[in-house]
């Protein structure tokens, strides 16, 4: 009797969206709230919301909490939070609270922040100590996340039997990191449980992937296949991209429009079956639409292309 082959688990391909870059002064006013309604309706995976201290756009963590108490479905995630600077102990408390709010629906993704001088100047925290608070920001919510009494002396944060509340709904804690250097593709494999990439080429998403589990594997260690996820843009009009641009946005010279702009509906679904090729199967898009287009733009990116490319990747 020749043996019975198992087909190979189909992994889980997920599409949520970023915050509209021309609209990032109106958190959380009327537009916003419309779009996360739209949201809602549409079933999109996931809303995201990006973390800086100087930079225009809301702290991401309260709108969050309120988008929770207006949603039922949608998932809600930082992109990426920013670790260092904040104390470990009230952080897990903040984490276990929009757990709870969100019914389990929070995701986390951390990073080191923008490597700018305003930027570190405002935050406080050295340059060279930002990647070790994150990872004892890390291991001290691993061990808080359970709900048990925890005793942690680090380099610095000391607990002395501190037992998180509200218990989180979540039952596993899960943390993904960004980030694309060497280091911080290192440190996804070594600690992290997926990788959110941005601002990358379907090529070095592929070749990141294949450095983090490099990495896990040197660490004993393993990331789900389906943990790898990336920022793509999507722009309604050919005019947006440079009005983007000048918005600030953080684009390497070396880093071309057509590897993680699509413009126009047509042009998102083999943008993300090209990253898809390289092992990403989770997916935040950026819409980049003006004047009174951002909600039918969503809907067409729904209809036109999400659907069907979650359905069949």
């Avoid at 009327?30 to 990006?50: G, H, I, K, N, T």
């Avoid at 389990?104 to 990647?131: K, N, T, V």
């Avoid at 501190?162 to 494999?189: D, F, H, N, Y």
């Avoid at 990439?197 to 379907?202: E, K, L, T």
Wanted: aromatic share 8%; net charge neutral.
């Amino acid at each position: 009797m020749s043996a019975v082959s198992t087909p190979p688990t189909r992994l889980t391909v997920k599409v949520g969206l970023a915050w509209n870059p021309f609209d990032r002064d109106a958190v959380p006013g009327p537009r916003f709230w419309q779009a996360v309604e739209l949201m809602e309706e549409l079933r999109y995976d996931s809303l995201w919301l990006s973390d800086t201290a100087t930079r225009p756009g809301p702290a991401p963590l309260p709108v969050l909490a309120a988008v929770a108490a207006r949603t039922e479905h949608l998932k809600l995630g930082t992109s990426v939070l920013v670790a260092p600077p904040r104390q470990a102990a009230l952080l897990a408390k903040e984490f276990a609270t929009l757990d709870a709010l969100s019914g389990g629906r929070f995701l986390r993704a951390f990073g080191l922040g923008l490597d700018i001088p305003a930027e570190l100047a405002a935050l406080g925290i050295p340059r060279e100590e930002r990647a070790a608070r994150m990872e004892e920001t890390m291991e001290v919510l691993r061990l808080l996340w359970p709900g048990e009494p925890v005793h942690f002396q680090g380099r610095f944060l000391t607990l002395a039997g501190m037992q998180l509340t509200p218990r989180p709904l979540r039952r596993k804690l899960e943390i993904w990191l960004g980030g694309a250097s060497a280091p911080a593709l290192r440190r996804v494999g070594r600690c992290g449980d997926g990788w959110l990439a941005s601002f990358i080429s379907p090529a070095g998403f592929a070749a990141g992937v294949t450095a983090i589990r490099a990495a896990a594997t040197a660490a004993e260690r393993t990331i789900d296949d389906d943990h790898y996820g990336t920022f793509i843009f999507a722009a309604d009009t050919p005019d947006d991209i440079p009005q983007f641009k000048a918005l600030g946005a953080a684009i390497t010279d070396s880093l071309r429009d057509e590897d993680h702009i699509a413009v126009g509906v047509a042009a998102l679904r083999p943008l993300l079956q090209q990253f898809r090729d390289g092992g990403c199967t989770k997916f935040v898009v950026v819409p980049l639409a003006r004047e009174g287009r951002l909600l039918p733009f969503l809907r067409e990116l729904k209809v036109g292309c999400v659907d069907e490319f979650e359905a069949t990747a």
